[in-house]
T-cell receptor
Framework: EDQVTQSPEALRLQEGESSSLNCSYTVSGLRGLFWYRQDPGKGPEFLFTLYSAGEEKEKERLKATLTKKESFLHITAPKPEDSATYLCAVRGNYGQNFVFGPGTRLSVLP | DSGVTQTPKHLITATGQRVTLRCSPRSGDLSVYWYQQSLDQGLQFLIQYYNGEERAKGNILERFSAQQFPDLHSELNLSSLELGDSALYFC?????????????FGPGTRLTVL
């Protein structure tokens, strides 16, 4: 059974204080690992898709990396507007549905 | 804006009632997924449709059902509602990117059962 865990559950950063969020997964043949951002009461917003170990993708202050067992979302010099819940999901070769992790709730203080 | 639309935005109803949530996928997307997100809970996959056919089922209750119409819009029907059904319900549609399919989510419908 495909599984996704995320750590930490919650993270508080000062503005400009860089950090990383972790997503650990077990899946039968990875077809894609996905990062989303979700603001309270809103739908998840797509950030990145990663396909294979060693792949990296960047968008503004965010950089996602992938290994065979985990993915990291690195946040460089975060701003208060980066505050949100960040969700990780995987899609395996044999599953028809996506499996989401519980998310990391990020707060960036000014 | 993801291009996925959901109506209504908010729904308040009483226990025992039945409601219908509607979703229109992004133009060209054939797959529609439904998720439930309760307070402080993660996204729970309910059901997937692909081009009108049911493709996958998650932890969907027997009181819930869904369908996808020829124009590809989808409806999620919730009946005999209970207090515990209060949640955000999201629809997502997916597009094949050559290696996998990426889901794009709608803004959600907030259901409150009183």
């Amino acid at each position: 059974e495909d599984q996704v865990t995320q750590s930490p559950e919650a993270l508080r950063l000062q503005e400009g204080e860089s950090s990383s969020l972790n997503c650990s997964y077990t899946v039968s043949g990875l077809r894609g690992l996905f990062w989303y951002r979700q603001d309270p009461g809103k739908g998840p917003e797509f950030l990145f898709t990663l396909y294979s170990a060693g792949e990296e993708k960047e968008k503004e202050r965010l950089k996602a990396t992938l290994t065979k067992k985990e993915s990291f979302l690195h946040i460089t010099a975060p701003k208060p507007e980066d505050s949100a819940t960040y969700l990780c999901a995987v899609r395996g070769n044999y599953g028809q549905n996506f499996v989401f992790g519980p998310g990391t709730r990020l707060s960036v203080l000014p | 804006d993801s291009g996925v639309t959901q109506t209504p935005k908010h729904l308040i109803t009483a226990t025992g009632q039945r409601v219908t949530l509607r979703c229109s996928p992004r133009s060209g997307d054939l797959s529609v997924y439904w998720y439930q997100q309760s307070l402080d809970q993660g996204l729970q996959f309910l059901i997937q449709y692909y081009n009108g056919e049911e493709r996958a089922k998650g932890n969907i209750l027997e009181r819930f059902s869904a369908q996808q119409f020829p124009d590809l819009h989808s409806e999620l029907n919730l009946s005999s509602l209970e207090l515990g059904d209060s949640a955000l319900y999201f629809c997502a549609s997916s597009v094949w990117t050559g290696e996998t399919d990426t889901q794009y989510f709608g803004p959600g419908t907030r259901l409150t059962v009183l």
